[in-house]
């Protein structure tokens, strides 16, 4: 267990044992409760004095499967607050296999210095120069860095968007076939990563140095238990190796709750045509893969790889997030307008949620129309450039909402929404406005308890129970660097006991069932204070005037919630 810190002023890199202190925490429990530690809260999020901390999960590098998950962390430009941005790919398992519990970078390095961080077989790092790199999109990048030091490297970088410091800049990283599609994209991590100097990280794969497990034998046997509950878990087990993500299109339009034409409408006419069942249909006439091994370990296949007509790669994995930000937000019904809009999203290095709300917000405003597929394409050609128009869409949908003197802007804490319409999935807006790191799509989502019946998605009642409990819950999981699509199955009774014979094999504990939540209030406190320290108060808690404005037809209800119940959600 070791932190690798890299000062990018000084240029000088120094390992360290894991203080007592952190022992025990991974992924975003790592990263939070030390940017609350570490980071001044009122500090330039684009200065010397904010930490990039990349931590992968407490599982990562492990055996247990679906567990290649890398948390990054530091305080936002996008939304002045603490943030973690998760993404799969293989570096997690990368980092995991070699020991290394986070690597930490600090300072800032001169304007124009560009720099890339070389972590080698035996877990040694090195600063070496990167301005061959400088402004290469992350397709380029990678290809480039792997020819220069071997296939056997993931790669973990940013592109010009975060060399432009934009507030939608994501992080980019490899995935199993080394393209950089996986993407940490919220919260502008892509920018405070270009803020501090560094192009990329390059992790050798098949590290032979992971962390000891206190009980390997418990361990194998507890992982049995997991992998069964996932299996049998419809959604993990059925859905999501048929169809991936986009599986949830049909489902939220159905709902009423697909935010269409920047969240004017919640159904969005044509959506079949984007839909998860038509691109599958799709996929397979044309020769892509519908059922696709995208990060390491992984025994769910949800991600696919998306081929033009002639049979050539455009983007893997098209998910439902994308599938809504690029065809719900925009009027388009168009797959392979959305499929190019997730590849140039990858190759600049944006997240495609804030960079499609963006667009959306701009349409709105009377910029260009919805329905435009071109107009889209060439929104994100102008981000990828620099231009002046680009740099205002590259900002996200607040900054666009400026531009264009437009009020209808659907967002918290400066971050867009998710696919989810806070007025047709109450409780998922509750997550919005009161989750530390902004609106959020994995924070605490409760689709899975609306399609279980145990909720009313357009009722008031056990809302915001559901929310706290489903942020609690995301919170561990997001420490132990369990991808969400498989911590599903941990609600069942026998994958969530699993789960904890997994974690006290690996650290020798002896937790019981309530130290795991207690563990994530911890995480979630830690958050808390440190986006009161810089100075976010309950007024930052709410959604935005329209939805509550504004009812959403085709159920027309706007959301429910008053300021005083919000509060209520996460005072613990």
Known sequence: MKFIRVNMTTKQITTQDVPKEYIGLGGRGLTSIMINADVPATCDPLGPENKLIFAPGLLSGTIVPNTSRLSIGAKSPLTGGI??????????DALGKLGITAIIVEGQAPEGDLSLLKVDENGDAELLPAQDYKGMRT??????????????NSVTCIGPAGEYRLGVASVQTSDVDDRPCRAAGRGGMGAVMGAKGLKAIVVARGGKSPDALADPAAFREAIKGFVKAVKENPFSGQMLPALGTAAVVAIANSMGGFPSYNATKGVLEGFENISG?????????????????????????????????????VTSSLEYETLWSFGGMLGITDLDTCARC??????????????????????????????????ALDMLEEIGRGSEIGLVLGNGCVAVGKHFNHERVPAVKGQSIAAYDPRALQGNGITYATSPMGADHTAGNLIGEYLGGALNPLGKEG??????????????????????????????????????????????????????????VGILQAELEF????????????????????????HNKVFLFSGEELDETLKF
């Open 342 to 375: 997730d590849f140039l999203c990858d190759d600049i290095g944006l997240d495609t949620m804030g960079a499609g709300v963006a667009l959306g917000v701009a349409m709105d405003a009377g910029y260009k129309s919805f329905g435009d597929n071109q107009a």
């Open 139 to 152: 397709y380029a990048t990678v290809e480039k860095m792997q020819a220069a030091f071997g296939k056997d």
């Open 277 to 313: 069942e038509k691109m599958a249909e799709v996929i397979k006439q044309r020769g892509g893969q519908t059922t696709h091994m995208g990060c390491a370990g992984c025994m769910i296949h949800c991600s696919n790889v998306f081929v033009d007509k002639d049979g050539k790669y």
């Open 531 to 554: 986006n009161r320290k810089a100075g976010l108060t309950k007024e930052d808690d709410r959604l935005p005037k329209m939805f509550y404005d504004e009812p959403l037809p085709p």
């Open 463 to 520: 809302q915001v129970e559901a929310s706290r409990n489903a942020q609690i819950a995301m919170a561990m999981v997001d420490n132990a660097g369990i991808c969400l699509l498989a911590s599903f199955a941990l609600a069942d009774p026998a994958g969530g006991e699993a789960f904890l014979k997994i974690i006290n094999a690996k650290l020798g504990t002896q937790m019981g069932p309530d130290d795991g939540p207690a563990q994530a």
């Open 83 to 92: 943030k973690e941005s998760n993404v799969g790919g293989v570096v997690a």
